[in-house]
């Protein structure tokens, strides 16, 4: 990882894994509980005729769990991640917060990040292309030694959903990463996460 030589005095790893903690229970607070209401009508919960043909109606929550593969400047490095997301606009609209980890020799790198995005159906068997804009704030330290970055981009992904309560989705993820000690640089991820999912029974 580039820069860590130059990383400033910070605080200790478990403040940047309590600090990731607190993100995500945030996160999944905020996606299934402010807009957890659904449109009622007549002993039944309405639809919209999109969402109903692509398996997603508004409220639907997304968690997640995956690993990418990381390459910065011809170097790789793997990373857990966890995350949530919920879905309005009869599924085409959503948002998104993640929160992942990696550990590249003594250095240890949190990311907290932000993607709302769109959903785009690819006809009517369950499989969707998911297009995001994407902001995060990274804590990487060695020791006491610490350094924040912010990575910037898009994500480009593919799911594909197990009826109503499960999907299976990679992405590519391409990040502009500014604050490095050394200069900013690009980020490519290519990521394979497993999700289950609550409020999308028809």
Same mark, same amino acid.
């Given at each position: 990882?580039?820069?860590?030589?130059?990383?400033?005095?910070?605080?200790?790893?478990?403040?940047?894994?309590?600090?990731?903690?607190?993100?995500?229970?945030?996160?999944?607070?905020?996606?299934?509980?402010?807009?957890? =209401?659904?449109?009622?009508?007549?002993?039944?919960?309405?639809?919209?005729?999109?969402?109903?043909?692509?398996?997603?109606?508004?409220?639907?929550?997304?968690?997640?769990?995956?690993?990418?593969? =990381?390459? !910065?400047?011809?170097?790789? =490095?793997?990373?857990?991640?966890?995350?949530?997301?919920?879905?309005?606009?009869?599924? &085409?609209?959503?948002?998104?917060?993640?929160?992942?980890?990696?550990?590249?020799?003594?250095?240890?790198?949190?990311?907290?990040?932000?993607?709302?995005?769109?959903?785009?159906?690819?006809?009517?068997?369950?499989?969707?292309?998911?297009?995001?804009?994407?902001?995060?704030?990274?804590?990487?330290?060695?020791? &006491?030694?610490?350094?924040?970055?912010?990575? !910037?981009?898009?994500?480009?992904?593919?799911?594909?959903?197990?009826?109503?309560?499960?999907?299976?989705?990679?992405?590519?993820?391409?990040?502009?990463?500014?604050?490095?000690?050394?200069?900013?640089?690009?980020?490519?991820?290519? !990521?394979?996460?497993?999700? !289950?999912?609550?409020?999308?029974?028809?």
């Amino acid at each position: 990882m580039r820069g860590h030589s130059r990383l400033r005095p910070g605080g200790a790893m478990r403040a940047g894994i309590l600090a990731g903690v607190v993100w995500l229970a945030g996160a999944m607070s905020f996606v299934s509980g402010s807009h957890a =209401t659904a449109r009622a009508g007549s002993g039944g919960v309405r639809l919209s005729q999109a969402g109903a043909q692509r398996g997603i109606r508004d409220g639907a929550v997304e968690l997640l769990v995956g690993g990418d593969v =990381t390459r !910065v400047e011809g170097s790789s =490095t793997a990373r857990l991640q966890l995350g949530a997301a919920r879905y309005a606009a009869g599924g &085409s609209l959503r948002v998104g917060a993640d929160v992942s980890y990696a550990h590249i020799s003594s250095l240890d790198v949190l990311d907290l990040e932000a993607r709302p995005g769109w959903v785009l159906p690819l006809g009517n068997q369950g499989m969707y292309v998911v297009l995001d804009a994407a902001a995060a704030y990274r804590q990487q330290w060695v020791g &006491s030694f610490r350094n924040a970055l912010y990575p !910037v981009g898009f994500d480009a992904a593919f799911k594909s959903m197990a009826g109503r309560r499960a999907a299976l989705t990679v992405r590519a993820a391409w990040r502009r990463v500014f604050g490095d000690p050394v200069a900013d640089f690009n980020e490519l991820r290519i !990521v394979a996460s497993l999700s !289950v999912w609550f409020h999308n029974a028809p």
